[in-house]
Every structure is written in structure tokens, then in C-alpha cells.
């Protein structure tokens, strides 16, 4: 039976029309007709605009009747339309009154803020045309996909093992092996790969559409530097075209979803980093997009004056707590979860989520409160990178409302001393190592608040942290002013690359101490993508704008650095068959479970005595496994020795319960293949007394 | 090139050909007319992709759909299918099922 409400009722330039359903926002294939929906609280008069693909001039405006507006919402079903095969816009009057807030201007023609499809920057690098007038264009997709049985995963956030990773640099580099470099199918690809190595969850930089132009320049040597990372949306429901080999033909929600249900057939989850504290548009010089043009004030934190605030560092600020705008997130998180069964999110300077329309932080910003509480969301992992470019730092008091966990950068700072052999850091190291209690503990939030790790994208990878004193950013074409200068960092007796084989030997020994921390902490590891392979951007920390081989992984690394990636296969698949390591809740440091021993103890270089020795760099600790039983069957005991002081130290064993013995996992100081084993392979030590841990090395013991 | 196709039943076979492109101009179109044959004991349905130059989505859909909604779970063949066309069915996760043909 035809619906009563589906037939035309006016007529405009040859197509049939009727008012729309607001609900929801976009453009939505209902019946034969396209639905076009968009919200504006100041605009006085809103037009559609339709292209035939790739046209510069459209083949038709329709203005929204006076009774196709409802509150301030304009919608309209336009019938017949080869929703395929078009392209859409809108132009929208109003007062152009920067002062009051506002900038309307009906020359511009404005992309829909909820379009899932946008063209314009189809294929990588291809120089767009500037003379267009309309840049990035709306599309009409029609949402279904055979996703079969497949749904978002529900891993237990604490079983996690996180994959940063970026599109383009995972799979554009040499000896990558795949036939779609730098797009969606190329990771497909790569699956294999990913489940050898042993994580289960990628996090993707951002995959939002972005402009890969977007402050473009030619660098000192030459070269074009882009906006390769894309921090800077230009929409927020749209995946990047280029990122997709069948971009060309507008098939990226097609390739980007066989991405994830492939990656969830293996059993991994996609996280995906999203950049809801700015837009593309930049401050008051910037370009007209689409939410200047359609609802400034009610997109962007404004001053007094009407100019931009920019908690970003990116030219303005998102007005991410109006209950629009709020909205608009919202939806653009559920579509991503409901529409591509993502199964988490990793927001991006995420304290400016937590800032008033002023720009002044809440104790319970309600966007925040929302996402913890939202239904379809109620299983979604939420990840808080938890500071801005305003100088707001909440590292373990970003309001969680005991759902939200948090990028720890008090660990990756803390392990890198650490590991160095700053001697003043030895207490902060310990509060890491454990789950971050200090920062986690109230508020029922736990160790899977804590997302763990040394690396990131921001920053040196693992094998420039041992390469480099100081970074080396002149490839960026900013006097090497660019990017952190707070690296802690060593290069292990020599600048840059080292033909030494001793210089090589400490750095990937100080590679397997970092990766041994990191897998054997309480908390979420995440590794960062290339580091398993002792990828190098060549001391470059701020590689934003490398869409080459500084960014690129080098694949031939993998058999260069053999070790590194045969080490941290095996450290990773060790963290996962021991649940000793991956508790949701902090640790009591006491027996209160009569078992014989503490559930985690701390020691020295004498067992049960965790005094300070050797300039606070020698360390242990023990987990109990008896107290992470699974299934009635209790764990082993896992014994972390860490000497990161340049001599060799002995270290007493606390004595095992009767019929267990300790057997050595791993050795940072030995050369491969002696440096570690398969997980339960694990090698009896005649002498159960005492280990001889060599210096800045690491010994894992099993007790079973 | 025109966008039509032409659907002929040879028993148990549906044998399609695809001229142009599969897109929303035509896939509903195709869609209904297999609709019409489910459930009727398809085992196969053959594409001619001798002269089709471009699928969109809606044309994928249409894929889907006869492998999976006619009932019975019939082979998909694709002739002559442009290696930018297969490229495609790949990248979209249904390159699996079908069976390409040289003729």
C-alpha cells in the first residue's frame, strides 16, 4: 500500500515536490523522493541547490516554500531525482552581521553539515579545481549494506590491545604488498598482518571527510606538504572519498564498511578518532564550507565581538555544548556506530567538549553527560583525549560519569623518563604501572579508564624516542619550530641513524624495555602503528603535513627489525592469555583473599623490600594470579624485573608457593631469538633465588 | 551506450544483460524484475557484463540481492566484467560469491 503523505503537492523547474519530514536531518532516500532536511535558527530563507555530478554550474535551484519550514527547520521531498548521479547544496539569506555573530552570505554555496557522501576530493592528491565555486559537495547515499550477522564487537574494554593507525601511512610505503595502497582496502588487506601481530582493536586517525589541500605548501626541499593527518573536518558523517580506492566512482561507504565487518570477522574493533572541536573553516579569513554560511552563531564559540575563539589551535572552536550543535554530534556518533558498527571513539581534544558556549569549563558539561548516558551509544568505547590548545589539561578529571576513558599521557611521560634513567620519576612510574590509581580510582572509573601508552601520532615514534635527542622538524618548513620540544627522549649516544652495532643493540633494548612496560601495566595498552617494525620519521615528531616516505611505513623494516616486531608479537599475545594483566579494577596491594600472597606486590633488588636503590631504578613487581582466576582456573604469577640503571644488578625472588617455580618469558638484554619466548614456552631457571638483570633491561618471569 | 538490461530465464539460469551502467536509473528497475522470480528455484544468475561500463552502488544492491533474496542461494556469474568493474565487487566484500567468465 502506498503511503498518503508520499505524493507531490507542488511543482518547481519540471520536479515535483512536497514538504519534507525535519526529521531526520540530511538528505535521505524516502520512496521515490529525496528528503532534504536542514536546521538554521537565524536564517530568513534557505535554497536547494542541485548539480549533475562534477558540474560547476547547477541544473537547478529550488527554493524552500514558506510551507516547507517548520520552527527552524527547512525540509523538502523532491521527487524523482537520480539521487546517484546528483550533487546538492544549499544556499542560505540572512543578516551578515560579524559583530552580532553572524556571516550569512546567499552567493555561497553551503554543503549540508549532515551529509554522509561528500565529493570534491575523490582521489589523493589530485589538485582540486579552485575556480569552482562549490568545493565540497553533498551527496545522496542510500544507507543499507548486507552487514550479514555482524555487529559492533563488545570486546571488554581491559582486553583491549589498541592499533593506532593512519589510512594512507600504514599502507603507502615501500614493500607494503598490497594492491590498494593508502585506502580502506588496502588495510583490508593487511588483516592478516594485524592478527599475527596480535591487537584487536584499530584506532583510525581520522577518516571524517578533510581537505588533504587545505594549507598546503611547498616544503623547503620542494615537495608538497599537505594536510596529511586531516585533524580538520570538513564534515562529520562523511568518510574520507580518497581514502578509498572506489572513491572515483563515490563508493567509499561501501569499502570502508567491508573494511570493518572484514576486521570484525577476525575479531578486531574499529576506533575511530574524531575531530569534533573545530571545523575546517578556520577563523574570520577562512573559507565558507557550510556551517558559517548556514548557522554561524550557532556553530562556532564566538567572542563578545563576534570573532572566533580558539581553544583548537585551528582558527576556531566548535560550540560543541549549544544544544544544536550538540545534537549534530550526537547523531553524527550514533549514524557511525548504527550505519558502520564502529565500536568506539577516540575524541580529539576532548576538554573543549567540556567548555560553555564561553569557553569556560563545566563541572557536568551536558554533551559529555549525553554520550555516557546515550542508548545506542551504551556499549560504544569513549576515549578522551583529556586537554586543548586552551590550556586545559584534565588527564584523570575529564567528567566520565564512569563511562569515559582517557588518553594517559601522565604514563607515556612517566615511562619514557623512566626508561631513560631519570631517576626522579621512580613514584610516578609505580602510580603508572599499577592503573594510574591516582587518577582513576574515584568515580568507579578503574584501571579501564587508563589508555596506556609511550607513543602516538603526535610525537616521536618508538624508534626515533631512542634515536634522537631533539626532534627534527626542517621538513615541515617551519625553522623546525614545529612540534614538542618536552620529547624525553634519548638517543642512546649518537644523533639519528648509527651504523654501530652497539648504538643499535641499546635501542632496540630500550624498544623491548618500553613495549615490556607497557604490556605488563594495568591499563589499555596502545601501540602505535609501525613502532612493532622500529619504524623511524626520521626524528620528525609533528609529521602532520609528510605525505611521504618520512610518514610512510617502511615495510622493509620488517625484516630489518626482525626482533622488534618477533618481541612484540610475543609480548602482546602474552598480555592476552594472562588475565593477571588486564584487570578492570585497581589492585588492593594487599591478600584479601587469603591466598597466600598479595593480589601485587612490589620489590627491590631484595624480595618483599621496594626501597629506592641505585638511583631509583631498579624495580619489580609481582602479580598474583591466583587472584585472576578465570573460570576456576587461577593464572600464573608473572614477576617484572626492571633494571634501568646502567649497571648489572642482581634481583632476589620472592619464593613461589610450594610446587611452582619460575620460569624466564623474557630478557631484553639477550639477543633475538634468546630475548623472549612463545608464551607458555616459558624457560625453568636453575637458580630460583636470584635473577642477574643486565643493565637498562627487563626480565619477565612466569611462576607456574 | 544506453542503460538497459535485458533478463531471459533459460530454466533454472536467469541470464542478464547489462548495457552502460547499473546505477539509480535503472538498478531499481532490474531489482523488481527479480523480485519477480524469487523463490521460484533460481540456481543461477548470469550477468553479461560484456557492455556494462560502470556500477554504482544500486547496482551492487542488485548483486546482493540476487544471491541472497531470491532464495535458494544461486551461483552469480559475471562475463566479461571490465577489470575496474571487478575491482569493485573486491572492495565491496562481494567479489567472493561470483564467478567470472571469459567468453
Not at chain 1, 532536511?37 to 535554497?47: G, H, L, M, V
Amino acid at each position: 500500500m502506498q503511503r498518503v503523505d508520499l505524493f507531490p503537492t507542488h511543482e518547481y523547474g519540471g520536479y515535483k515536490l512536497r514538504a519534507g519530514r525535519p526529521y531526520p536531518f540530511g538528505a535521505t532516500v524516502v520512496g521515490n523522493a529525496v528528503n532534504f532536511s536542514i536546521y538554521s535558527r537565524y536564517a530568513t530563507d534557505c535554497t536547494l541547490v542541485l548539480f549533475h555530478n562534477h558540474d560547476k554550474t547547477p541544473f537547478l535551484e529550488i527554493p524552500f516554500f514558506k510551507e516547507f519550514r517548520l520552527g527552524n527547520v527547512f525540509s523538502m521531498m523532491v521527487f524523482d531525482l537520480d539521487y546517484e548521479n546528483i550533487e546538492y547544496g544549499y544556499r542560505m539569506d540572512g543578516p551578515f552581521a560579524p559583530r552580532q555573530g553572524h556571516r550569512f552570505d546567499k552567493t555561497k554555496i553551503l554543503m549540508d553539515p549532515y551529509a554522509k557522501l561528500i565529493a570534491g576530493r575523490d582521489v589523493w592528491g589530485k589538485e582540486p579545481d579552485w575556480i569552482n565555486n562549490y568545493q565540497y559537495r553533498s551527496r545522496v547515499v542510500f544507507d543499507d549494506f548486507d552487514w550479514e550477522n555482524d555487529l559492533p564487537l563488545e570486546t571488554p574494554v581491559n582486553d583491549l590491545v589498541i592499533y593506532e593507525m593512519h589510512v594512507r601511512n600504514f599502507t603507502c610505503g615501500d614493500k607494503a604488498g598490497v594492491k590498494h595502497p593508502g585506502t580502506f582496502a588496502g588495510i583490508a588487506e593487511k588483516i592478516p598482518y594485524l592478527k599475527e601481530l596480535g591487537v584487536n582493536c584499530i584506532e583510525l586517525m581520522p577518516i571524517h571527510e578533510f581537505d588533504e589541500f587545505e594549507n598546503s605548501r611547498p616544503a623547503p626541499d620542494g615537495h608538497t606538504l599537505y594536510n596529511a593527518w586531516g585533524y580538520s573536518n570538513v564534515g562529520f558523517f562523511a568518510p574520507k572519498a580518497a581514502y578509498a580506492s572506489t572513491g572515483k566512482y563515490s563508493m567509499q561507504v561501501d569499502e570502508l564498511k567491508n573494511l570493518i565487518k572484514k576486521l570484525h570477522a577476525e575479531g578486531i574493533e574499529v576506533i575511530l578518532d574524531v575531530v569534533f572541536n573545530h571545523t575546517a573553516e578556520g577563523n574570520e579569513n577562512g573559507p565558507y564550507i557550510s556551517y558559517r554560511g548556514i548557522d554561524n552563531k550557532t556553530y562556532y564559540m564566538l567572542t563578545q565581538d563576534g570573532y572566533y575563539f580558539n581553544f583548537s589551535g585551528c582558527g576556531n572552536t566548535l560550540n560543541c555544548n549549544n544544544p544544536n550543535v550538540r545534537d549534530m554530534i550526537v547523531d553524527s556518533l550514533r549514524y557511525w556506530v548504527t550505519d558502520y558498527h564502529v565500536d568506539g571513539f577516540r575524541f580529539d581534544l576532548a576538554a573543549i567538549l567540556g567548555r560553555d558556549q564561553n569557553g569556560y569549563p563545566m563541572a557536568n558539561p551536558p554533551l559529555l553527560e549525553s554520550l555516557a548516558h546515550d542508548p545506542i551509544l551504551g556499549k560504544t568505547k569513549l576515549i578522551a583525549e583529556a586537554w586543548d590548545a586552551g590550556g586545559l589539561y584534565q588527564v584523570g578529571s575529564f567528567p566520565s560519569w564512569g563511562r569515559w576513558a582517557e588518553w594517559n599521557g601522565k604514563f607515556r611521560d612517566a615511562v619514557r623518563r623512566f626508561v631513560k634513567g631519570d631517576e626522579h620519576v621512580l613514584d610516578d612510574v609505580k602510580e603508572r604501572i599499577t592503573g594510574s590509581a591516582d587518577l582513576y580510582a574515584s568515580a568507579n572509573r578503574g584501571i579501564k579508564a587508563s589508555v596506556n601508552f609511550v607513543t602516538a601520532h603526535d610525537g616521536f615514534t618508538m624508534m626515533d624516542l631512542v634515536s634522537y635527542d631533539g626532534k627534527h622538524n626542517e621538513a615541515n618548513g617551519e625553522g623546525n619550530r614545529d612540534g614538542d620540544d618536552n620529547n624525553n627522549s634519548w638517543n642512546c649516544g649518537w644523533e639519528g641513524e648509527s651504523t654501530d652495532i652497539g648504538t643499535n643493540f641499546l635501542r632496540h633494548k630500550q624498544i623491548k624495555n618500553f613495549i615490556s612496560i607497557l604490556m605488563t601495566s594495568q591499563g589499555i595498552p596502545m601501540v602505535l602503528s609501525g613502532d612493532e617494525i622500529g619504524n623511524t620519521q626520521f626524528g620528525n615528531n609533528n609529521a602532520y603535513c609528510q605525505d611521504n616516505e618520512i610518514s610512510w611505513l617502511d615495510w622493509k623494516n620488517l625484516e630489518k627489525n626482525a626482533d622488534i616486531f618477533n618481541y612484540f608479537q610475543k609480548i602482546i599475545k602474552f598480555r592476552r592469555q594472562h588475565k593477571a594483566l588486564r584487570y578492570e579494577y585497581h589492585l588492593g596491594h594487599s591478600d584479601w583473599r587469603n591466598l597466600g600472597m598479595p593480589d601485587f606486590s612490589w620489590h627491590g633488588v631484595k624480595a618483599w623490600q621496594p626501597w629506592n636503590t641505585y638511583n631509583n631504578l631498579t624495580q619489580a613487581f609481582m602479580l598474583n594470579g591466583r587472584y585472576a582466576d578465570s573460570d576456576g582456573k587461577p593464572d600464573d604469577f608473572i614477576y617484572v624485573a626492571m633494571n634501568m640503571h646502567w649497571e648489572m644488578h642482581g634481583f632476589e625472588l620472592p619464593q613461589l608457593p610450594d610446587g611452582l617455580k619460575w620460569h624466564v618469558f623474557a630478557n631484553t638484554a639477550m639477543a633475538a631469538p634468546q630475548d623472549i619466548v612463545e608464551p607458555g614456552y616459558e624457560i625453568l631457571i636453575d637458580n630460583q633465588w636470584e635473577v642477574l638483570v643486565e643493565a637498562r633491561s627487563i626480565m619477565i618471569l612466569v611462576g607456574k | 551506450m544506453e542503460n538497459t538490461f535485458e533478463v531471459k530465464q533459460d530454466g533454472t539460469v536467469l541470464n542478464i544483460v547489462l548495457n552502460g551502467q547499473l546505477a539509480t536509473a535503472n538498478a531499481p528497475a532490474l531489482m523488481e524484475e527479480l523480485n519477480k522470480y524469487k523463490n521460484q528455484g533460481v540456481t543461477k544468475v548470469s550477468f553479461d557484463a560484456t557492455n556494462l561500463t560502470y556500477i554504482a552502488s544500486s547496482g551492487i544492491r542488485v548483486v546482493i540481492f540476487a544471491k541472497q533474496k531470491l532464495g535458494g542461494n544461486p551461483e552469480i556469474e559475471f562475463i566479461n566484467c571490465n577489470q575496474e568493474i571487478t575491482g569493485v565487487f573486491e572492495m565491496t566484500g562481494i567479489k567472493e560469491y561470483i564467478n567470472f567468465i571469459k567468453k
